[in-house]
């Protein structure tokens, strides 16, 4: 029996949570579903965007699955929050092309590794007089974690078998500095993983003009997160962007679109991203087999091309496609 934390947040987060629940009762696993409130919605309803009780599910929970929340605001957001809160110090984002969808290549793969607890995200700011201050605060304890996950995630895939890099530290000296100095004193431990570091302007070039030169992608915070996105629009868009957020003790995994409140409660939204951090989840379970077929069935679904939602030029309706990614796990 598995205690999972389900925090569906709003917008269309409550819609392919619903459908992330629907395919893990289909499973030959048993799960216990410990739910929780976060974002807007919440915080009209609590006064907060992320409530204690929310928090001490989560933390009680052998994972977490969150669905989207829409910015509160002048309010903090709550999904920056609770990744604190867990610790989870390391977001995990593969960007993987599904044939039949419009892509660069059909043969992309490859993750970034972005850092989850420090730089421009740690939400410190401040004024003064009439200056906008923002403090990006980079250590070498977490830098030196987060290359450390890169290169075992690397050694695991086994794939171009090289970590890169991306940074800025001809801008940023000391706090991109440090965060290339410390990947580079990691990699001295795994001496058969090839190494290089770019510039992060160069990077978001390279992901379009040569994507499968890549493998695993370690960055900051912001950084990844922009870099993400432009790689998600190499394979499809958003619907099909997977996160897993990993500490030493929690793990919690969401879909990398937001809460799309221009197509919320229309049931058109794609359940592929959030089915997708399912599987992340098992895998973090160490339900690898489970997580396998799941993956196999988004892809043949999305591959045959019969069963879509609007975003992959189909008319179906969100529980629809994961009605027909069922039957292929079937």
Do not use: W
């Amino acid at each position: 029996m598995y205690d999972i934390a389900v925090i569906s947040g709003d917008g269309i987060g409550l819609e392919v949570m619903e459908a992330a629940e629907f395919l893990l009762d289909k499973l030959d696993l048993n799960f216990n579903f410990n739910y929780g409130e976060a974002g807007f919605d919440c915080f009209n309803k609590n006064g907060t965007t992320l409530p204690e009780e929310t928090v001490k599910i989560a933390k009680s929970s052998d994972a977490v699955l969150f669905g989207a929340s829409t910015s509160t605001p002048n309010q903090p957001s709550p999904i920056i929050n609770l990744r604190k809160e867990l610790d989870v110090y390391a977001n995990l984002r593969p960007i993987k092309s599904y044939k039949g969808v419009k892509s660069i290549a059909d043969d992309i793969d490859f993750i970034i590794v972005r850092e989850n607890t420090e730089g421009l995200y740690s939400q410190n700011e401040y004024c003064e007089c009439d200056k906008m201050i923002a403090e990006r605060v980079i250590t070498r304890k977490a830098s030196k974690k987060i290359s450390d996950m890169a290169f075992k995630l690397a050694e695991r895939r086994n794939k171009l078998n090289k970590v890169t890099c991306v940074h800025k530290s001809n801008v940023l000296r000391k706090t991109d500095g440090v965060f290339r100095d410390c990947f580079y004193d990691v990699s001295k431990k795994y001496p058969e993983i090839a190494t290089e570091d770019l510039y992060v302007d160069a990077t978001a070039m390279y992901l379009i003009t040569n994507p499968l030169d890549f493998d695993v992608i370690v960055s900051t915070n912001l950084f990844g997160d922009i870099l993400s996105d432009e790689s998600a629009g190499l394979v499809g868009g958003l619907g099909l962007a997977p996160s897993g957020n990993i500490g030493d003790k929690h793990g919690l995994f969401e879909p990398v679109h937001g809460s799309a409140p221009d197509i919320a409660g229309k049931n058109i939204a794609n359940p592929c991203s959030m089915i997708l951090s399912v599987a992340m989840m098992l895998e973090y379970l160490d339900e690898n087999a489970t997580a396998t077929m799941i993956k196999n069935a988004v892809r043949k679904v999305v591959e045959e091309g019969k069963v879509l939602t609007p975003d992959l030029g189909g008319s179906a309706k969100t529980i629809e496609m994961t009605e027909e990614i069922i039957r292929e796990l079937n």
